[in-house]
């Protein structure tokens, strides 16, 4: 690869970029801040050797995760991508708790709806069958309706 | 350390460790794996840049992270600690799914217990309608989160 065509990392080390180079590929002359992230936190022989221990067609996910992972740490220089992991489980442990309230809500209505449901029926019941109920004795002190002729 | 032992770092590099050692406070020379891992993935000089950079008092918590983070890549030499990420976002992504779900529930179940539709006007349900998003937007109260998070992986 000439000159004019080297990628980030052999521009910004300032070497020949040849046709072989390792990081090529995966650190493009396009995005020159993605290799000195990358360089900064790892540098380029340490990204280099973990690459060229990796399969090649894993090679790229490699360079994607070990990018990420200098962003996070240059972004966050105490904890980097810890931090990341983090901030998720507290997200996680309080979306069991928004789910199991949730949840918690919707058997209460469930069970409301259902009690409500059940009262309709046996009134229902009731109505329906109220011929059936032979005469009763009078209850004292209720008005009872005229006799039929 | 003179007339100590030498620290973890300095007995792998081989060389004198200092009273002033930047390494010594966080690899004792009784837990040479750490700093050896550490190494591998870092390089002393950079973990030495990075320990500079920091105050004293947070450089503890940034050795910790960068054991994890280092134990993480030696493991999964891969995706080191961002297959942990993917993992727990698809967890908070499932979670967010299942919440929606539930608040969609209470919404049928409200909707049950309110009185027949014929005797309320037909321009109240239309407002109903548009309450929906806000609750779609509590299911998702780590929206603004996982958005940053989202633009973080298209840089790569």
Known sequence: ?149 | MEGNSPCASCKLLRRRCTKDCIFAPYFPSDDPHKFSIVHKIFGASNVSKMLQELPVHQRADAVSSLVYEATARTKDPVYGCVGAISYLQNQVSQLQMQLAVAQTEILCAQMQQEPPMAEQPVEAYDNNLTGMPQLMNNASSSNLAQDQLKREFLWT
């Open chain 1, 1 to 149: 690869m000439s000159n004019s065509t080297r990628c980030a990392a052999c521009r910004y080390l300032r070497r020949r970029c040849c046709d072989d180079c390792v990081l090529a590929p995966y650190f493009p002359s396009a995005n020159p801040e993605r290799f000195a992230c990358v360089h900064r936190i790892f540098g380029a022989s340490n990204v280099a050797r973990m690459l060229q221990q990796i399969p090649v067609e894993q090679r790229r996910q490699a360079a994607d995760a070990i990018a990420l992972e200098a962003y996070w740490r240059v972004q966050d220089p105490v904890y980097g991508s810890v931090g990341v992991i983090s901030m998720l489980q507290r997200e996680i442990s309080v979306a069991q708790r928004e789910l199991a309230e949730t949840q918690a809500q919707v058997s209460i209505y469930t069970a409301q709806v259902q009690s409500q449901s059940n009262q309709i029926t046996q009134v229902q019941y009731l109505v329906d069958n109220a011929h059936l109920i032979p005469n009763q004795p009078p209850i004292p002190g209720l008005c009872q309706p005229p006799d039929i002729p």
